[in-house]
């Protein structure tokens, strides 16, 4: 059973404008998400995250929002730049269940120069 | 930051023989290793659970006597898998908990059975 989803396996956005990369989660007790970016034949690197505390974290160009109600959280890059371009994973966790991520199936992001 | 070497990055092996793969943890202490598989277009999938100097959990489904997991040292975790089969065909990828980003992952290895 899929606890993180993300729906859209790929995008393609155009450089300069922004990029929005959405999550969906199942699990209510999930409480601690993540976003990682990966290139080919390389491990995911770690991008940014958010605890259940907060509806919103920025670093940079990169902001993430968390709505629990709606049990989703997507990733917004601005300005996109064609060096995004990777395959996106979210993870959430429960905290109180033990310290395995769950990951969505990953978006495949494309920046278009 | 926080590292984990993985090694080999990509292995082919014979059906029936055993591949180890190799996790360092450069310039910390990786209490905790987890162990996951990635097939095609699917996600990261959670195979074991390492702690240093105790057995590994494996997840539901996931066989022990096949996927032998090893952490002796706060540096070292491995992988051992057992008389592959093609259906073992995969890419192994660990990682280790740090406590400021969540994870460190490896490069992750990409292995071919034949």
């Known amino acids: 059973d899929q606890q993180v989803k993300q729906n859209s396996p790929s995008l393609s956005v155009q450089e300069g404008r922004i990029s929005i990369l959405n999550c969906d989660y199942t699990?209510?007790?999930?409480?601690?998400f993540l976003w990682y970016k990966k290139y080919p034949a390389e491990g995911p690197t770690f991008l940014i995250s958010?605890?259940?505390?907060?509806d919103k974290n920025e670093d940079g160009r990169f902001t993430v929002f968390l709505n629990k109600s709606a049990k989703h959280l997507s990733l917004h890059i601005v300005p996109s730049q064609p060096g995004d371009s990777a395959v996106y994973f979210c993870?959430?966790?429960?905290?109180?269940?033990?310290?395995?991520?769950?990951f969505g199936t990953g978006t495949s992001l494309t920046v278009i120069p | 930051g926080a590292v984990v070497s993985q090694h080999p990055s990509w292995v082919i092996c014979k059906s029936g023989t055993s591949v180890k793969i190799e996790c360092r943890s450069l310039?910390?202490?990786?209490?905790?290793m987890f162990w996951y598989r990635q097939f095609p277009k699917q996600s990261l999938m959670l195979m074991a659970t390492?702690?240093?100097?105790?057995?590994?959990?494996?997840e539901q489904g996931v066989e022990k006597d096949k996927f032998l997991i090893n952490h002796a040292s706060l540096t070292l975790s491995t992988l051992t898998v057992t008389s592959a089969h093609p259906e073992d065909s995969s890419f192994y990828i660990c990682?280790?908990?740090?406590?400021?980003?969540?994870?460190?992952f490896g490069s992750g290895t990409r292995l071919t059975v034949v």
């Open positions: 990682s280790a908990e740090t406590g400021t980003y969540g994870y460190t």
């Open positions: 699990n209510s007790m999930f409480d601690y």
């Open positions: 958010i605890s259940s505390i907060k």
């Open positions: 993870a959430a966790r429960a905290s109180n269940t033990g310290n395995q991520f769950y």
């Open positions: 310039d910390f202490q990786a209490t905790t």
């Open positions: 390492s702690n240093e100097g105790s057995k590994a959990t494996y």
